[in-house]
């Protein structure tokens, strides 16, 4: 049985980025988790490292023995944007450098993890965080997500399993987002809400 990680090491794991798995810490520390199978250093510049699965599956788990009860704060964490937030990111040079890095993170993560290496298929992550991941997908494309007063994609869970909804008032946008995921890996189909008579894409991440 492998040996669990050490506080220190653990602190760095629950750190990792929520999307991606980018990893900040020690040389010590990371070489230390890679050594342990629990992350890899990506081999292009500026070779930052990530978790790998076994990591991510830690990272998941409830901790055996809480020592730092303290809630990490939100601030810092990358979340994609899924449309209407309140407190929504500048859409600067910075946003824009950090959503490309996230996307080609979340590309490295499909290839690590899907059986055949498959980089144009969404990963078992991307079926658990549905909301994220297609909404990462929409971003990184530069889709203009919906503010708190102007029009934009909004991306929301729906009562289907592995489906989300995405709206976006502009018929042209919204074929735009279509293709866009489904260049991304999912199958899209276009739908009519039957109270308002909305056009609505369903999404759900493709298997093969």
Same mark, same amino acid.
């Given at each position: 049985?492998?040996?669990?990680? +050490? ?5 760095? &794991? ?10 900040? /810490? ?10 342990? /199978? ?6 292009? #510049?500026?070779?930052?490292?990530? @978790? ?5 599956? &830690? $990272?998941?788990? %409830?901790?055996?023995? #809480?020592? =730092?009860? =303290? ?13 209407? =937030?309140?407190?929504?990111?500048? !859409? ?16 490295? @993560? $499909?290839?690590? +993890?899907?059986?055949? /290496?498959?980089?144009?298929? #969404?990963?078992?992550? =991307?079926?658990?965080? @549905? ?10 494309? /530069? ?10 994609? $909004?991306?929301? !869970? ?9 709206? %976006?008032?502009?018929?042209? !946008?919204? $074929? ?33």
């Amino acid at each position: 049985m492998t040996r669990p990680p +050490t506080a220190a090491q653990r602190r760095v &794991i629950d750190a990792a980025d929520p999307v991606t798995g980018r990893l900040r /810490g020690t040389e010590t520390q990371l070489a230390a988790l890679v050594k342990r /199978g629990l992350a890899f250093r990506h081999p292009r #510049p500026p070779h930052d490292h990530f @978790l790998t699965p076994a990591g991510h599956r &830690i $990272r998941e788990a %409830e901790p055996e023995a #809480p020592e =730092e009860p =303290e809630a990490r704060p939100a601030t810092g964490l990358f979340a994609a944007r899924v449309g209407g =937030e309140e407190d929504a990111p500048d !859409a600067g040079p910075a946003r824009v450098r950090e959503v490309h890095s996230a996307w080609q993170g979340l590309l490295e @993560l $499909r290839r690590m +993890t899907n059986p055949d /290496g498959a980089t144009d298929r #969404p990963c078992a992550w =991307e079926r658990t965080h @549905l909301v994220q991941a297609a909404a990462l997908a929409l971003e990184a494309a /530069g889709h203009r997500p919906a503010g708190g007063d102007t029009d934009g994609y $909004r991306v929301r !869970a729906t009562p289907q399993p592995e489906a989300v909804a995405v709206r %976006e008032p502009d018929a042209g !946008a919204l $074929r735009a987002c279509a293709a866009t995921l489904e260049k991304a890996g999912w199958q899209v189909g276009e739908h009519t809400e039957p109270r308002t008579g909305d056009r609505y894409l369903l999404a759900s991440p493709r298997r093969a």
